[in-house]
């Protein structure tokens, strides 16, 4: 059995100005996550480059800055036993056209050139850094 644990999802731009917030959501929720923060954001290009600094330096970094910040964003913040690997199985592959048919971007999104719908984090150390990145406590609700 495993221990509960927090996560941070954001829903992309392609996800929000697709109308795919309310799918990404349910799928959460059926499986038992528990939301417990949630906000619309538009991240400025300080808030992006924080976000995907381990990416810094690659090709593809000012086209990921540039698409991040392209449109709001919906961040969650989402809690269960084993929550960022039921995620992480939940939302599928990084590129779309290798995700497997039921996942989030199996099924949501197209290609890497027109967004992969989501972000989750990878680890624990990862999701309370990104958690504190983009909510203060008070936004943050266990019940």
Known sequence: MGSIEQTL???KPDGVSDGKIGQ???RF?????????MKMIW???????????????KKFFERLISYITAAPVVALVL??????????????T?????????????DLAISLEHG?????????????KEIELFFASEEIFTY
């Open 9 to 11: 999802v954001l829903i």
């Open 24 to 26: 990404v959501i349910k």
């Open 29 to 37: 929720e059926d499986k038992g996550l528990q939301l417990q923060g």
């Open 43 to 57: 991240l400025d290009e300080a808030l992006a480059t924080k976000h995907y600094q381990q990416h810094q330096g």
């Open 79 to 92: 809690a269960g036993e084993s929550a960022i690997k039921v995620v992480r199985n939940l939302v599928g």
């Open 94 to 106: 990084t590129n779309p056209a290798k995700a497997k048919p039921g996942t989030i971007r199996g």
């Open 116 to 128: 992969n719908i989501i972000h989750a984090s990878d680890s624990r150390e990862t999701a309370a």
